[in-house]
């Protein structure tokens, strides 16, 4: 089964345990303005609606029909404003530079394959603004789960594809595909795309990047290294 | 969907702008119609106000699914 279909099949239950922001983005966020800005891989729109406090225009994008349907009904019940749009990370329908900021949350894991991956990571270099910034995320080998489950050959620099089960209540399990990431490798693949890296930290189990468009900033800030 | 995220969106294969065919509007959003690349004519439904601008390869796997 395909995320898409994975998640629309796990979307009500799936919505309802994911209440809360995660910290590590209300950091990344704290402070930060922007005309526009995106949520790629929103889900039921709980960091879409971070987004929506802080720009003019907020939108999150989603590959789940079903998700999207959860995050309406979220902006719905929680009064915010907020465009939702069905697509794929991998092929963002949206005009380049048209994004101050941009989350990537727990989303990029889900990509099939490392050519999806990195492509995903050039659409959110395309879409982001000058002097824009975005979080990205992924689900990484240092998280405790996979300290035992991880095969061998993965280690610090090579990551691993797995499935990671969904327990709907009544019992039934949903399959999640992952890559999970090693850390070098989650800093590899961003290096390889079109993003640069500003800062790269570990927080429960997850890789989280700082990124900004290749190239931007080297003018504005005066202390480029390029 | 707002009309003016039509400002933003366009065509998830070449990126060109999309052209708006509302078939149905309430309080200022657009719940139903097509959105039409103009330059390689594909159209992308509008459903229940959100639009489905997934890459047509993708739509077809979701419609198979359901």
Redesign the interface.
């Known amino acids: 089964m395909d995320v898409q279909a994975t998640y629309d099949r796990i979307a009500a239950h799936f919505a309802k345990t994911r209440e809360y922001a995660w910290p590590e983005v209300e950091s990344f966020l704290d402070g930060r303005r922007a005309d526009r800005a995106l949520d790629v891989g929103c889900g039921n729109g709980r960091h879409t609606e971070l987004l929506a406090a802080r720009a003019d225009t907020a939108v999150g994008v989603d590959v789940s029909r079903e998700l999207l349907r959860e995050a309406v009904a979220r902006a719905t019940e929680r009064g915010f404003d907020a465009a939702f749009v069905h697509g794929d990370a991998a092929a963002l329908p949206f005009a380049d530079r048209s994004f101050g900021v941009a989350t990537y949350v727990a989303t990029l894991h889900h990509l099939p394959s490392r050519e999806a991956r990195v492509r995903s990571l050039d659409e959110i270099a395309r879409v982001l603004a000058p002097g824009g910034a975005a979080l990205v995320s992924a689900w990484s080998t240092a998280h405790d789960r996979f300290a035992e489950a991880a095969p061998a050959g993965a280690d610090a620099e090579a990551g691993f594809d797995t499935t990671v089960d969904w327990t709907l209540p009544g019992g039934e399990t949903v399959p999640r595909f992952y890559h999970i990431y090693a850390p070098a490798e989650f800093e590899a693949d961003v290096a390889a795309s079109a993003l640069e890296l500003r800062s790269l930290e570990l927080s429960s189990g997850n890789c989280y990047a700082v990124v900004t468009p290749a190239g931007d900033d080297a003018d504005a800030a005066g202390n480029g290294e390029e | ?2 009309e ?2 039509l ?7 070449d ?1 060109e702008d999309l052209e708006l065919d509302a078939t149905e509007r309430e309080d200022g959003e657009v719940i139903a119609g097509t959105l039409t690349c103009t330059e390689c004519g594909e159209v992308y439904p509008i459903e ?8 047509p390869d ?1 739509r077809e ?2 419609e198979a ?1 359901a």
Do not use: Q
């Open positions: 969907m707002k003016s995220l400002d933003i969106v366009c065509c998830p294969l990126k229940d106000g959100i639009p489905n601008l997934l890459p993708m796997e979701e699914a």
